[in-house]
């Protein structure tokens, strides 16, 4: 890190506010594809802001240890908006697995483009992913899993549900992450650190991928970066990989952290405001707080 000059650390605007735009795009995308799989489940269908907006307050959760939060935070947000709990933390889950499933697939580049023995774990994997896709996908497979999960939460199941959706959720969650992953390589670029596409952008999610399996660290919070400096020292020196790793960690944490911070303030104060026309609705028609009515001469 004592060779790193700090003025060769400074993004090309343009660029910079573009990693940021498309990252937060594709925020917006995930929580979009959460209230898809809503309806798909048999939920109400939601505005898209509002599934953004829920979503987007949901995954300030996900800054705490373990990873229950953000969905325990989704399913009680839903409920508010009159999606049934189960529901909503299938939703969730589904959304989450998915999106796992959808960032090891473009994660996988990273290892296949790496040297030769990393190479042969790439491969590997490769293959095992897309067996266990490909047996989940399988309508018996896929319909025995979904109807447990509806068996054990005493849900009714959606009629029309099958595997069909599943491969949907999988394509719309893939594509999803090969937009994360490009936002993070115009990051790289607007610090001169392009390097090699496939294996910059494929990098981000891979470590990803890794972060989260790490249940104790919030966020994935410095395996993430550990896995990026790995992922991305054989192209551009340790050093450089570690910056950016940390300059990563910055960007993700901002362009997340911004918005939901202010959906979070907005929500809060919708629910002040909520209460107060309540309190006065109570007093003007002459309801107590104990919930008894308040007539002359009482």
Same mark, same amino acid.
Request: net charge positive; glycine share 12%.
């Given at each position: 890190m004592r060779d790193i000059d700090p003025a060769r650390w400074r993004p090309e605007p343009l660029l910079a506010l573009?990693?940021?735009?498309?990252?937060?795009?594709?925020?917006?995308?995930?929580?979009?594809?959460?209230?898809?799989? %809503?309806?798909?489940?048999?939920?109400?269908?939601?505005? *898209?802001? /509002?599934?953004?907006?829920?979503?987007?307050i949901a995954n300030l959760g996900r800054?705490?240890?373990?990873k229950v939060w953000q969905i325990a935070g989704l399913t009680v947000l839903s409920r508010r908006r009159?999606?049934?709990a189960a529901t909503a933390t299938a939703a969730a889950v589904l959304g989450q697995g998915f999106a796992l499933v959808?960032?090891?697939? *473009?994660?996988?580049?990273?290892?296949?483009?790496?040297?030769? /023995?990393?190479?042969?774990?790439?491969?590997?994997?490769?293959?095992?992913?897309?067996?266990?896709?490909?047996v989940?996908? *399988?309508?018996?497979?896929?319909?025995?899993?979904?109807?447990?999960?509806?068996?054990?939460?005493?849900q009714d199941q959606p009629p029309h549900l099958g595997a069909g959706h599943a491969?949907?959720?999988?394509? =719309?969650?893939?594509?999803?992450? %090969?937009?994360?992953?490009?936002?993070?390589?115009?990051?790289?670029?607007?610090?001169?650190? =392009?390097?090699?596409?496939? =294996?910059?952008?494929?990098?981000?999610?891979?470590?990803?991928?890794?972060?989260?399996?790490?249940i104790f660290a919030p966020a994935g919070m410095g395996v993430r970066e550990g896995a990026l400096v790995v992922l991305l020292t054989p192209r551009m020196g340790a050093s450089s990989a570690t910056v950016l790793a %940390?300059?990563?960690?910055?960007?993700?944490?901002?362009?997340?952290?911004?918005?939901?911070?202010a959906f979070w303030l907005r929500h809060m104060a919708s629910g002040s405001s909520d209460a107060s026309a309540n309190d006065s609705w109570a007093g003007d028609s002459g309801v107590s707080d104990s919930g008894a009515t308040e007539g002359p001469g009482e």
């Open positions: 573009a990693a940021c735009a498309l990252l937060l795009a594709a925020y917006f995308v995930s929580a979009a594809l959460w209230g898809r799989i %809503v309806v798909d489940l048999g939920g109400p269908r939601l505005p *898209v802001f /509002e599934s953004i907006r829920l979503f987007m800054y705490l240890p373990g009159g999606i049934p959808g960032a090891t697939l *473009v994660g996988t580049g990273a290892l296949l483009a790496g040297p030769p /023995e990393v190479r042969r774990w790439g491969l590997v994997g490769a293959a095992g992913l897309v067996v266990a896709v490909a989940g996908l *399988v309508p018996a497979v896929f319909d025995r899993l979904i109807a447990l999960w509806f068996r054990l939460a005493r491969l949907g959720w999988l394509v =719309a969650f893939t594509a999803n992450w %090969v937009l994360y992953a490009f936002s993070f390589q115009v990051l790289a670029a607007s610090f001169g650190h =392009a390097g090699d596409p496939i =294996a910059v952008a494929s990098a981000f999610a891979a470590a990803y991928v890794l972060g989260y399996l790490m %940390v300059m990563s960690r910055l960007w993700t944490t901002g362009v997340e952290l911004l918005p939901a911070g």
